[in-house]
């Protein structure tokens, strides 16, 4: 089992940044594949960035070159830093937890879902 806190969404500007950070307990953080996601209102659930264990990034095409994701095995926390936000950058974002570290972006390949933070890109 794995308990994932986010923490750090709020209210942003255009072309502002953002740092979201994704606390993990249970499992062995450094073993585990660990990724976020974002659903907006009306929309499904998405792909924003991947990591594998090993540290194997993977992007969706919308943040490449604007968002970061990192990771602290010592700290057991996933970061998200968001670059030059835009307003459609605006939904709920998910941390995610993959037990099998496979490298996968879809959202069944992930076990553990955070409960959500609020992420708003508005003038």
């Known amino acids: 089992q794995v308990r994932l806190v986010e923490s750090g969404g709020g209210l942003g500007q255009p072309g502002g940044s953002l740092r979201l950070s994704c606390a993990a307990s249970?499992?062995?953080?450094?073993?585990?594949?660990m990724g976020w996601f974002r659903q907006a209102p009306g929309k499904q659930r998405e792909l924003v960035a991947i990591i594998t264990s090993g540290g194997i990034i993977s992007y969706a095409d919308s943040a490449k070159g604007r968002f970061t994701i990192s990771r602290d095995n010592a700290k057991n926390t996933v970061y998200l830093q968001m670059n030059s936000l835009k307003p459609e950058d605006t939904a709920i974002y998910y941390c995610?937890?993959?037990?099998?570290?496979?490298?996968?972006?879809?959202?069944?390949?992930?076990?553990?879902w955070g409960q959500g933070t609020q992420v708003t890109v508005s003038s």
């Open positions: 995610a937890a993959d037990r099998y570290d496979s490298g996968y972006y879809q959202v069944r390949d992930y076990d553990y």
């Open positions: 249970g499992r062995t953080f450094s073993r585990i594949g």
